[in-house]
């Protein structure tokens, strides 16, 4: 079973930054992809930025050119860099994996209980 542990959220003033991070931890082979997903008062649950094996990326339009998504496999880690905040971005953040527990095993996608950023003067 795999466990997602994401820290980093918190309180910052429009055009601010944070940085988010999540931790893997458990029984995993190799991730296909990591995300991060996020969930607004009254809104849906919708992708922000994933990072796939190939080292391919992809993000919602509302952020393009504001946030960037890394991985650092040594540590099974991602990270989400948002930069110019605003307060539409204010959110419950979710970090996803998409992995296997064996190299010709099939996918399994975990969730972490997520991490709240409000951007607020």
């Known amino acids: 079973q795999v466990r997602l542990e994401e820290s980093g959220g918190g309180l910052v003033q429009p055009g601010g930054s944070l940085r988010l991070s999540c931790a893997a931890s458990?029984?995993?082979?190799?991730?296909?992809?990591m995300g991060w997903y996020r969930q607004g008062p009254g809104k849906q649950r919708e992708l922000v930025a994933r990072?796939?094996?190939?080292?391919?990326?992809d993000y919602a339009d509302l952020v393009k050119g504001r946030f960037t998504i890394s991985r650092d496999n040594a540590k099974n880690t991602v990270n989400l860099l948002m930069n110019s905040l605003k307060p539409e971005d204010t959110a419950v953040y979710y970090c996803?994996?998409?992995?296997?527990?064996?190299?010709?095993?099939?996918?399994?996608?975990?969730w972490g209980q997520g991490t709240q950023v409000t951007v607020s003067s």
């Open positions: 990072i796939f094996s190939s080292s391919g990326t």
């Open positions: 458990g029984s995993i082979f190799s991730f296909d992809a």
């Open positions: 996803k994996a998409i992995y296997r527990v064996k190299s010709d095993g099939p996918q399994f996608q975990a």
